[in-house]
Nanobody
Framework: QVQLVESGGGLVQAGGSLRLSCAASGIIVRLLAMDWYRQAPGKQRELVAVIASTGTTNYADSVKGRFTISRDNAKNTVYLEMNSLNPEDTAIYYC???????WGQGTQVTVSS
């Protein structure tokens, strides 16, 4: 059974930082492309960052230079380091892999102005 469990969300002031974690079971993250998506209230879910099996990363324009996606192969965990947060980053953040289109349960990030 494939499972993705996110953690690390919370309330932070504008300009602050958070690190989200996505602990995977049933898959090996280094063999797959892993993604972070987010969904803000009243908006569509959007792709934030991707890390390919090769380690290549890609980011949405809105987070380039502020967010970093990475993985720890030993812990089978993917991370999203978020810096210089602003209120527009407020959303539920989801971990995802294309393997059986698996989603985590999401973690809330709220940035206050």
């Amino acid at each position: 059974q494939v499972q993705l469990v996110e953690s690390g969300g919370g309330l932070v002031q504008a300009g602050g930082s958070l690190r989200l974690s996505c602990a995977a079971s049933g898959i090996i993250v280094r063999l797959l492309a892993m993604d972070w998506y987010r969904q803000a209230p009243g908006k569509q879910r959007e792709l934030v960052a991707v890390i390919a099996s090769t380690g290549t990363t890609n980011y949405a324009d809105s987070v380039k230079g502020r967010f970093t996606i990475s993985r720890d192969n030993a812990k089978n965990t993917v991370y999203l380091e978020m810096n210089s947060l602003n209120p527009e980053d407020t959303a539920i953040y989801y971990c995802h892999t294309g393997w059986r289109d698996t989603w985590g349960q999401g973690t809330q990030v709220t940035v206050s102005s």
